[in-house]
């Protein structure tokens, strides 16, 4: 069984950068065709998908995220990470990592997700 677990501060000052990683366990994420993501779901909207690594490393970002958001993997760690710079309020949200067996989509599992609060 796959888990997934999202780590990092839960407050963020505006103008900085944000830094989340997600650890993985029970599954390598250099396996093939299963794409690694990071989500996020503002407060009274849904979901926002905002990125992707691929089992082979290639990066897919939101059009709409692309100008501010990075997203790296240490496949000794079994790890991946999210890097949102120059945050605003706006970027408040409950942040998840997830598989998936498509690039945006296809979920089969997720993090439980972290509050990030970006205030100063």
């Known amino acids: 069984q796959v888990r997934l677990q999202e780590s990092g501060p839960g407050l963020v000052t505006p103008s900085q950068t944000l830094s989340l990683t997600c650890t993985v366990s029970?599954?390598?994420?250099?396996?093939?065709?299963?794409?690694w993501n990071w989500i996020r779901q503002p407060p009274g909207k849904g979901l926002e998908w905002m990125g992707t690594i691929a089992y082979n490393g290639n990066t897919y970002y939101s059009p709409s995220l692309k100008s501010r958001t990075a997203i790296s993997r240490d496949t000794s760690k079994n790890q991946f990470t999210l890097q949102l710079s120059s945050v605003t309020p706006e970027d408040t949200a409950v942040y998840y990592c997830?598989?998936?067996?498509?690039?945006?989509?296809?979920?089969?599992?997720r993090g439980q997700g972290t509050q990030v609060t970006v205030s100063s």
């Open positions: 029970g599954g390598s994420i250099t396996t093939n065709h299963f794409y």
């Open positions: 997830a598989r998936g067996i498509r690039i945006g989509a296809d979920y089969d599992n």
